[in-house]
């Protein structure tokens, strides 16, 4: 499977936005991107996914470059209960998700 | 909420003994996964199963093996449990069909092995 890298902190203020990067260089026409996230003591919940262009709801926006070989997950206005490890995961096998390591996100107020 | 629930939430058990952990969904879904999470990793996906009686293996399948006998219900049972397999494991589901669809995720069960 396609791998993403992903920086393993990141640090935002209460209320500003945040930009959450992910590498990809190998991936494959056909790999949707997909972004999950992890609550302290939770399991893990669905954020936004994509293929080619980019994508926005009420949780977040998805920047997929236009070579796909990154993306950003762009969390508008960030909140305390924000914080969070954010999973970037290539979907290249029909319906199984390869977890990595994520980037935890502290958010200060 | 995709309404899925595991069962027990926690749990200690001994070396060599045997353990089932429950997953059940109500949401009528398709797709369910067996993921174990460990410190300085991932998810790592163990088991899954593509409906009723059809069941395959992920990456770290070895001394797991599951059963779904009915949509609702995924089993997975460590057959001679080993500390190694102290874990927190979480159970997903996924309901549509086909690449892009989105994984719903189950509180999580901790489980150690002493």
């Known amino acids: 499977d396609a791998k993403t890298t992903q920086p393993n902190s990141m640090e935002s203020n209460e209320e500003e936005p945040v930009h959450l990067p992910c590498n990809h260089s190998?991936?494959?026409?056909?790999?949707?991107i997909h972004w999950y996230r992890q609550l302290p003591s939770q399991g893990p919940e669905y954020v936004i996914h994509g293929l080619t262009s980019n994508v926005n709801n009420r949780m977040a926006s998805l920047a997929i470059a236009e070579d796909r070989k990154s993306s950003t997950l762009i969390l508008h206005r960030a909140t305390l209960r924000d914080a969070a490890v954010y999973y970037c995961?290539?979907?290249?096998?029909?319906?199984?998700?390869?977890f990595g390591t994520g980037t935890r996100l502290a958010v200060r107020p | 909420d995709a309404g899925i629930t595991q069962s027990p939430r926690h749990k200690v058990t001994e070396t060599g003994t045997p353990v089932t952990l429950r997953c059940h969904q109500t949401?009528?879904?398709?797709?369910m996964y067996w993921y174990r999470q460990d410190p300085g990793h991932g998810l790592r996906l163990i088991h899954y199963?593509?409906?009723?009686?059809?069941?395959d293996k992920g990456e770290v399948s070895d001394g797991y093996s599951v059963s779904r006998s009915k949509t609702e219900d995924f089993l997975l049972t460590l057959e001679s449990a080993t500390s190694s397999q102290t874990s927190v494991y979480f159970c997903?589901?996924?309901?549509?069909?086909?690449?892009?669809?989105?994984?719903?995720f189950g509180p999580g069960t901790r489980l150690t092995v002493t």
């Open positions: 995961i290539l979907e290249s096998s029909g319906d199984k998700l390869t």
């Open positions: 190998t991936i494959s026409g056909t790999d949707y």
């Open positions: 997903a589901t996924l309901g549509a069909s086909g690449s892009g669809g989105e994984q719903y």
């Open positions: 949401e009528n879904h398709r797709y």
């Open positions: 199963s593509y409906g009723v009686k059809d069941t």
